[in-house]
């Protein structure tokens, strides 16, 4: 079918793109809810490339004549995913220091007393320590892994978006 990419001969591209996105932030936010969690500010940082991976692989999914350049966007999501991954787990294996400031602050609209009083009785949730792993990799490494996943899938995608705009413009003269 014209303008549908697909992964491994059978599944289409952007709604597995689409799946693994929403399934990494329901994990990351099950962790947060269910497992308790906190997540640090480079945790919030890494979930922004999974937002906007949903709604690129959406777009793709509705519309896949505009393959190349949403699955091009993906890419490059995917690849900034990767980075921010990479750069939060060099901090929790103390690599390279991480943020001044790394930590979750509260709404500002609230009395200064109570904004003092939540400061003092929220934990402060360091950056540079990993409160979960699994097989010696933390979420952060996961993250690194499963980013670099998305980026393969947005490629071949691309791969083959670009290639079927050659054999239009071959055929058809690029109508």
């Keep these: 079918m014209t303008g549908l990419y697909f992964i491994a001969g059978r599944l289409p591209a952007a709604p597995v793109l689409f799946g693994l996105s929403l399934a990494v932030l329901l994990g990351a936010y099950g962790f947060e809810i269910l497992g308790g969690l906190a997540p ?16 690129l692989s959406a777009l793709a999914w509705v519309r896949p004549a505009w393959g190349a350049p949403l699955y091009g966007l993906l890419m490059l999501t995917f690849l900034t995913g990767a980075g921010l991954g ?7 294996w103390k690599f390279w220091p991480g943020p001044a400031s790394c930590s979750a602050l509260g709404s500002s609209d609230i009395p200064l007393e109570q904004l003092m009083a939540q400061i003092l009785a929220a934990p402060v949730v ?39 705009h050659k054999f239009r413009e071959r055929n058809h003269g690029g109508v």
């Design 40 to 55: 640090c500010q480079l945790c919030y940082y890494q979930r922004a490339p999974y937002f906007l991976a949903i709604a």
């Design 86 to 92: 990479v750069y939060h787990a060099g901090v929790e």
């Design 126 to 164: 360091r950056c540079d320590e990993i409160p979960w792993s699994l097989f010696g990799l933390s979420l952060a490494g996961y993250n690194v892994l499963i980013s670099l996943g998305g980026l393969a899938l947005s490629a071949y995608a691309f791969g083959q978006a670009a290639e079927q």
